[in-house]
């Protein structure tokens, strides 16, 4: 997958990438706005167009953070043409929601709280 960003990847950013994407283990800390949404965003999205049947967990500790990622996702995911494959899943989310979330998400949104 080729990214087309404006003004490049962070060499953090790329590192992290090429890591997770030859399916090493990665762990990144960085200040706040550096990127490391991005960093570990490419990964699966890569692997969710080369495999149809791929899906992804995005776990994020508040739900404030996981709404502000699920429009970025949506945007990127629209932007490559995944169409709409973002579900998010959480206590706010109806119960008949959270079983179309898991059978028609192909990535899943969610906080620590909202996965036991």
């Given at each position: 997958?080729?990214?087309?960003?404006?003004?490049?990847?962070?060499?953090?950013?790329?590192?992290?990438?090429?890591?997770?994407?030859?399916?090493?283990?990665?762990?990144?800390?960085?200040?706040?706005?550096?990127?490391?949404?991005?960093?570990?965003?490419?990964?699966?999205?890569?692997?969710?167009?080369?495999?149809?049947?791929?899906?992804?967990?995005?776990?994020?500790?508040?739900?404030?953070?996981?709404?502000?990622?699920?429009?970025?996702?949506?945007?990127?995911?629209?932007?490559?043409?995944?169409?709409?494959?973002?579900?998010?899943?959480?206590?706010?989310?109806?119960?008949?929601?959270?079983?179309?979330?898991?059978?028609?998400?192909?990535?899943?949104?969610?906080?620590?709280?909202?996965?036991t």
């Open positions: 997958m080729k990214l087309k960003m404006r003004n490049g990847l962070y060499l953090h950013q790329a590192k992290c990438i090429e890591q997770a994407l030859n399916r090493k283990s990665v762990a990144l800390c960085t200040s706040t706005a550096s990127g490391k949404s991005l960093a570990f965003t490419v990964p699966p999205i890569n692997d969710l167009i080369k495999d149809k049947d791929s899906f992804s967990f995005f776990i994020y500790p508040t739900k404030a953070l996981a709404n502000d990622q699920i429009n970025k996702l949506k945007q990127l995911a629209n932007n490559l043409g995944l169409g709409d494959i973002i579900r998010k899943y959480d206590g706010d989310v109806r119960a008949k929601a959270r079983k179309e979330a898991i059978k028609n998400g192909r990535i899943i949104v969610c906080t620590l709280h909202s996965t």
